[in-house]
């Protein structure tokens, strides 16, 4: 194993990025998930190729998800070039960018483990490994599924680059420009997604555990600090703007501030173990929906929080590491949200502190032992994560693994009304009936069920009217089919045709026969329709 370290180091990233490749290249036949893809992509009235138009759009907006993220939706535009409205583009785009997380992760490892020892020769001997070892731990994780099967969750991948390549740059380049490049770095990145706000902290958490003190440690903190507080500021304002088709910030009386500080404190201690006990993993998780201070959550993760800390008490020297994942979460606990869940794609992020605690703690046992012993807990992680890979194939079995992740009358419009209403835009009109019937038959009192029902059958009315007018029959027109006629007229009259014509696909595609018709007709529908609710 040492020889492999000594001779091959150099070989080590292209053989990660191999193994992740080829461990994660079933999801590019997936399908679109039922969990903001649609919003994403497939549905999105402003996706498109890069133009001066899309640009300006994605510079400005602030409203369409409550979200600033200008480089994240050109993202999805740059592989809208070459895939269009097809689902396995995106997918390579979001495996590729995966591989090349997991490469600047080891990298980053890499170059922390020469800062924090820096008497040993980089590249040689067992510890050589380490950084490695650790970094294929995060990147065959099953918790990394979510994230890599999710299209919504490429500009997730890309800010994550961009953070890496941040702190890379803060490690490696010039002490006298090194803030300054890993600043614009940094920004790049949250300017892609901003869940990493937090991580403004690894910055100078990095400088202090490398001997940085005083003045010198906050001049170079300060320009990560600024451009998190910056755009951190346009986010919350959007959050804080949100329009009516978007659920208001929770009021005090809605959600106290004692309830939302234990949520959030559950909340990051769940990123804490779930990495070692990667079982049930799906979309969302319900076990915080009810908290109260005796809930078991609670008490397990205060009985957590009291080893971690009596372990720092000990070690002062580790406290960098659960103090960053405190910084890079604090921000994603959802104090402001009625109702929030943890997510396996938060754990990109988290997981970077373990890895890096991993890192460190196999380059300082680094045996032939310990390495064999990580080499067996990689191939049983890898072989979860290909067991977990099928929950995201297709919308069905996403929505089944959501429903079955959230207890019934819970959460009742994310586990029980939007899986209907999937299922009725694909056309299943009376497998999304009989889903919220069911429902409604266990809970008859719930008014969430009630009125989704009610929603439901006047959505089918109203289509049942519209399909009349071709004399075609409901199931040879799905609502989807509608909505893509929909996004292509407006697109055209915007002066957009080659989105248009991808919409015009997905209608020959979902509806031949309606196609056909509008091809000898040159029909145009109306141009609102409810079926994008």
């Known amino acids: 194993m040492s020889s492999l370290a000594g001779n091959s180091a150099r070989w080590l990233p292209l053989l990660l990025g191999a193994v992740v490749l080829a461990v994660f290249s079933p999801v590019i036949d997936y399908d679109f998930a039922p969990l903001d893809d649609d919003v994403n ?23 369409y998800i409550r979200r600033y993220q200008p480089l994240g939706w050109m993202a999805f535009a740059g592989v809208s070039t070459f895939s269009g409205l097809r689902p396995w583009g995106y997918h390579v785009a979001a495996i590729g960018l995966h591989a090349l997380n997991a490469v600047l992760l080891g990298l980053l490892l890499q170059s922390l483990l020469r800062r924090l020892r820096p008497g040993e020769k980089s590249g040689h001997g067992p510890a050589a490994l380490a950084p490695w070892l650790a970094a294929a731990w995060w990147a065959l994780h099953p918790l990394r599924v979510e994230p890599v099967a999710w299209i919504s969750a490429i500009p997730t991948h890309l800010a994550l680059a961009f953070l890496l390549a941040a702190l890379l740059l803060h490690l490696r380049a010039r ?14 990145g949250l300017l892609s997604y901003p869940v990493a706000l937090g991580a403004a902290a690894f910055f100078p958490l990095m400088d202090w555990a490398g001997g940085h003190r005083g003045r010198r440690l906050i001049l170079r903190a300060l320009p990560y600090a600024a451009v998190a507080l910056a755009i951190g500021w346009i986010n919350l304002a959007a959050r804080a703007g949100a329009g009516s088709e978007h659920a208001p910030m929770a009021t005090l009386q809605e959600l106290p501030a004692s309830i939302r500080a234990l949520r959030g404190f559950c909340f990051i201690v769940h990123y804490a173990w779930k990495p070692w006990f990667p079982f049930g993993l799906g979309p969302v998780y319900g076990e915080l929906l009810d908290i109260t201070w005796s809930s078991p959550p609670v008490l397990g993760s205060a009985g957590l929080a009291a080893v971690v800390i009596a372990a720092v008490w000990r070690r002062p020297a580790l ?23 943890p997510h396996d794609r938060y754990a990109l992020w988290s997981d970077l502190i373990l890895a890096a605690g991993l890192a460190i703690l196999i380059s300082r046992i680094a045996t032939p032992r310990t390495q064999a012993m990580a080499g067996l807990l990689l191939a049983g992680l890898t072989v979860l994560t290909l067991h977990q890979l099928p929950v995201w194939r297709s919308s069905e079995s996403v929505m089944e693994r959501l429903r079955h992740n959230l207890p019934a009358g819970k959460a009742t419009v994310i586990r029980d009304i939007r ?27 719930d008014p969430a069920i009630q009125s989704g029902l009610e929603t439901l059958k006047a959505l089918r009315t109203e289509h049942e009217a519209i399909v009349r007018e071709t004399g075609l029959t409901p199931g040879q027109i799905p609502p989807s089919a509608l909505l893509h006629h929909r996004l292509a007229v407006q697109l055209l009259r915007n002066g957009d045709p080659e989105p248009a014509a991808w919409h015009l696909a997905e209608i020959a595609r979902l509806a031949p026969d309606y196609f056909s018709r509008l091809n000898r007709t040159e029909a145009t529908p109306a141009t609102t329709s409810p079926y994008s609710r």
């Not at 002490?175 to 920004?187: C, D, E, H, N, T």
């Not at 299922?423 to 038959?441: Q, V, W």
């Open 41 to 63: 992509v497939l549905y999105n009235p402003h996706h498109g190729p890069p133009t001066s138009a899309r640009w300006q759009w994605a510079l400005s907006d602030t409203t």
């Open 175 to 188: 002490p006298a420009i090194a803030p300054l490049l890993g600043g614009v770095a940094f920004a790049a």
């Open 419 to 445: 899986p209907a209403l999937w299922l009725f835009r694909d056309g299943h009109f009376d497998g999304a009936e009989a889903l919220l019937n069911g429902e409604l038959r266990e809970r008859p009192d």
């Open 319 to 341: 406290a960098p590491l659960p103090l960053a994942g405190i910084a890079v979460l604090l921000p994603i606990t959802g104090v402001t949200e009625l109702i929030h869940f």
